[in-house]
């Protein structure tokens, strides 16, 4: 039997929100990139279904720059900044000089955050690849306190050692678990510290539920959406390139599982961003 294509273009607009939210987290030029649209249609066609503020979110140099850019062109988007673990735990002799130029590009506007840093041990597997994490991790956390910025949190397969890491070196105050990939346990845990929980499309998988259970205990304070696009795109088109104007699926998700109406969950949402971001 053949393997099932598929889909490369993008889904249409989700319904309309009653109230307009925020896309915590997502990667507008990886977006544009997969699904061959203009970065210009995805922040308009966010905003037509009430999406009118996006986080173009930085994993290495290159698109840090480009999210930088985005956020001077577009007053939707505003910009995170860090070098990503993976691409830490790959970078060899130009860590440090990556490194620099991120401690450069924080210091714009545009950025309100640093991130997307932590720990993944899913894909970097190796001792030395991990110990490099840890080292960038930390460096991350210092300039994010430095600057009096939020820090923004990638962690896969590393819950516990990155909690481990924040208590260690003492966490900016504001620190949001970005895809958050954990249990319930692990939820209390982080929402317990004060954190903010970020969710995706993934909770919509059938398969998720230790998801949804993680969400069912997140104070309503401490909740965030995102699209993590071009990734994770909820369902029912799971498979295909996600953005920003599919939030509102995840969005009355939530409300649902929550037993929310949906416009008051959008102000919650939307608000909380503002308490993460600050204006904009």
Known sequence: MSKKKRDPSLPPPADPLPSPVTDAHTHLAMTAEFASVPVAELVESARRVGVCRIVDVGTEVADCRTAVAHASEFPAVIATVALHPNDAARAGAELDGYLAEIAQLAQCPQVRAI??????????????????????????????????????????????????????????????????????????????????????????????????????????????????????????????????????????????????????????????????????
């Open 115 to 280: 991130g997307e840093t932590g720990l993944d041990f899913y894909r970097t597997k190796d001792p030395e690849g991990q110990e490099t994490q840890y080292r960038v991790f930390a460096w991350h956390i210092e300039l994010a306190k430095r600057l009096g910025l939020p820090l923004m949190i990638h962690e896969r397969d590393a819950h516990y050692e990155t909690l481990q890491v924040l208590d260690a070196e003492g966490a900016p105050a504001k620190v949001m678990m970005h895809c958050f990939s954990g249990d319930a346990a692990f939820a209390r845990e982080c929402a317990g510290r004060g954190y903010w929980l970020s969710f995706p499309g993934n909770i919509t998988y059938p398969a998720n539920e230790y998801l949804r259970e993680a969400l069912d205990t997140v104070p309503l304070g401490q909740l965030l959406v995102e699209t993590d696009a071009p990734f994770l795109t909820p369902a029912p088109y799971r498979g295909r390139p996600n953005a920003a104007h599919l939030i509102p699926l995840t969005v009355r998700f939530i409300a649902q599982r929550r037993g929310l109406e949906l416009g008051e969950l959008c102000r919650i949402l939307h608000n909380n961003a503002t308490s993460y971001f600050g204006e904009w």
